[in-house]
């Protein structure tokens, strides 16, 4: 190849490389406000949401649910700007928030009051608004898989443990209790302030929620959980919490 030759192919390698790296640095730009705005990954550490959601669950969460904001608006300002406002979060939504009390952590629990609303536990029943929410015994089956899901946390003892199908709003999901943990037994009630959420774990006496340390206001809620696209858990310190349950890909979260 000729001097000439050498020299003219640089050029084109500079050109090439720059230009790769302004699509590069564009695809990660926009996956970034993707995440930011519309769509993100979560996955589920504890079992504050047994039995909709357990350890090792990785969900899907729609951001864009109650509102498109400016992408990374969120990160910089105490108040996202919001391009779109929609409805807001209705009771029965499961929701990924930032935390309160340190919002560097995520949290999921479902929304239990909306602004307004009185909520109150008595003997373990949930009442909003002074109404009962309505339950039921869940089902032979649905029982059989939560105690399958249980059967390696020695903290659950299926002798205390009742699983039920509760209602509230437009939801009807499963939620359980625990019969010896009198702690949980009864709360409130509390009315909801504006702009603010009031949330709870369908594991109702092993959920760490607004029943210990306040509403959720509407700024630091992120998103609605949608869908569960992967479960699976590794524990190096105890092989056997290590579960791969590929059933519940595709779950639909309500």
């Known amino acids: ?118 909520v109150e536990v008595r003997n373990k029943v949930l009442f909003i608004n002074g109404k009962e929410q309505l339950r039921r015994k869940a089902d032979a089956a649905d029982v059989t898989k939560t105690f399958e899901y249980l059967k390696d946390s020695p903290q659950y003892r299926e002798s205390s443990i009742e699983i039920f199908r509760e209602k509230i709003g437009p939801t009807d999901h499963l939620m359980m209790t625990d019969r010896q943990q009198l702690f949980t037994e009864n709360f409130g009630p509390r009315t909801v302030p504006a702009d603010h959420f009031f949330v709870m774990g369908d594991n109702r006496d092993f959920s760490n929620d607004s029943r210990f340390w306040g509403f959720v206001p509407m700024r630091n809620i992120k998103g609605k959980a949608m869908i569960i696209w992967l479960s699976v858990w590794f524990s190096f310190s105890d092989s056997g919490l290590n579960s791969w349950k590929p059933h519940r890909i595709g779950t639909i979260l309500n």
Do not use: C
């Not at 390698?13 to 990954?41: D, H, P």
């Not at 949401?49 to 969900?59: A, E, Q, R, S």
């Not at 929609?86 to 629990?109: H, T």
């Open 1 to 118: 190849m000729s001097e000439n030759t050498k020299k003219s192919t640089r050029p084109n390698k500079k050109k090439w490389l720059v230009e790769q790296s302004l699509s590069l640095g564009f695809a990660l730009l926009l996956v970034f406000m993707i995440r930011s705005s519309v769509v993100e990954a979560f996955k589920i550490p504890s079992g504050s949401m047994i039995p909709t959601l357990l350890i090792g669950d990785h969900i899907f969460v729609n951001k864009f649910a109650y509102g498109l904001k400016v992408p990374f608006s969120d990160l910089f300002l105490d108040d996202p700007i919001y391009l779109i406002k929609r409805d807001l979060p209705k009771s029965g939504d499961i929701i990924v928030f930032k935390y309160p009390g340190d919002e560097s952590l995520y949290y999921i629990k479902r929304v239990i009051g909306t602004p307004g609303d009185t």
